[in-house]
């Protein structure tokens, strides 16, 4: 009998074992999922997002010969609002390049921000909307904001991953500009 006894015993210690193994195996996985893809972008991708507008926007989209500042933004995030006064009271700065502003938010909350900051009448400024994961799968960060500033042969001059000055983005601006 007491044979039996510490044969249940040890069977259920070794079933107790296995249970919490297979669910630390479970947690450890779902960690990983989580953590964001290191992607090294030395050009810009192709991608393609829903425009505010209407329709879509892509990669295909984009003027030529002009660099490209994309920025990732929240209309909730208040770095966001000063990246969006820089472009308006400097937008003689950024006139010779296409800018993308990018957000999962809603598109009512992303026309909002755009009249709120009076950037939606600019030409060469495209508010887009993006779902889930789909700019951290594309650019590698999901930092607000986050401003990726491309030449005009579409090549990674910076990645800031932080609110910028005016000084910083219209310098960077200038040489994406220059190249």
């Not at 039996?4 to 947690?27: D, E, P, V």
């Not at 295909?60 to 660099?67: C, N, V």
């Amino acid at each position: 009998m007491k044979k039996i006894l510490a044969l249940i015993g040890i069977a259920s210690i070794i079933c107790g074992m296995l249970i919490l193994t297979t669910y630390k195996a479970i947690q450890v996985k779902a960690r990983v999922k989580k953590i964001p893809k290191k992607i090294e972008l030395s050009e810009l991708p192709e991608f393609e997002f829903e425009n505010t507008k209407g329709g879509n926007y892509s990669y295909w989209d984009i003027e030529t010969d002009k660099s490209v500042l994309i920025i990732h933004f929240s209309p909730k995030c208040d770095m966001c609002d000063m990246e969006a006064k820089i472009l308006f009271n400097y937008y003689s700065e950024f006139q010779n390049s296409e800018i993308l502003m990018v957000s999962k938010s809603k598109k009512f909350d992303i026309k909002k921000f755009a009249k709120k900051h009076q950037l939606e009448s600019f030409p060469n400024i495209q508010f887009l909307k993006y779902q889930e994961d789909q700019f951290e799968e594309i650019f590698g960060t999901q930092k607000l904001p986050a401003i990726l500033i491309f030449d005009t042969q579409l090549k990674l001059l910076k990645k800031i991953e932080e609110a910028v000055t005016v000084k910083t983005l219209v310098k960077y601006t200038r040489a994406a500009n220059d190249r």
